[in-house]
């Protein structure tokens, strides 16, 4: 089994079609929302986040096949004065998941950020996602809390209409 991850090159055809293919197939998935991508996010994501400051994404592969992506986006901590690395997305294939190639997208991402300075990754998961939060954990993460007393910090959103 030979499985490297490199930095994915969107402005290669080919790669960007792998790359999309990934990310739907992770947005297939319950964790992902179970609905695949919109026809609006398969024809405009690539060449639109080509053009997003800070975007950092590679693609993992296996044997010589695309069977996983990590998508991070660049941010910085008032508190450290310093960049952090947020990982956005991140997808094994599921019929090759358990294999390491989770760690190795989030070991490339760790490096992306040592590279950049960065003071730390951040990340969101869903709570009944018990197997993607036990490979964070086996990587390192752990749930963000500046104060116990306060508790842990929650992931809210609030959704924009399209004007």
């Known amino acids: 089994m030979s499985l490297t991850v490199a930095a994915v090159d969107l402005h290669d055809p080919a790669q ?4 999309l293919d990934l990310l739907d197939h992770y947005a297939s998935d319950p964790m992902g929302g179970g609905e695949g991508l919109s026809d609006y ?3 405009n994501l690539v060449h639109t986040i080509r053009e ?3 975007f950092h994404g590679a693609l993992a ?3 010589g096949r695309a069977v996983g992506l990590i998508d991070c986006f660049a941010g910085f901590s008032t508190f450290a004065a310093r960049p952090l ?5 991140i997808v094994v294939r599921a019929e090759v998941r358990g294999q390491g190639i989770g760690q190795a997208l989030l070991q490339w991402a760790e ?3 040592r590279q950049f300075g960065c003071c730390k990754l ?3 998961v869903l709570s009944n996602n018990t197997r993607a939060m036990a490979s964070y954990q086996q990587a ?4 963000y809390m500046l104060d116990p007393a306060a508790g842990h910090a929650l992931l809210m959103q609030k959704h924009l209409p399209e004007d």
């Not at 690395?85 to 997305?89: G, I």
């Not at 390192?140 to 749930?143: A, D, H, I, M, Y």
């Open 122 to 124: 951040t990340l969101e």
């Open 140 to 143: 390192g993460f752990v749930p």
């Open 16 to 19: 960007a079609a792998l790359w």
């Open 61 to 63: 592969w296996l044997d």
């Open 52 to 54: 997003v400051p800070g």
């Open 111 to 113: 490096q992306r950020a």
């Open 85 to 89: 690395l947020n990982v956005h997305d």
């Open 41 to 43: 996010a398969k024809l």
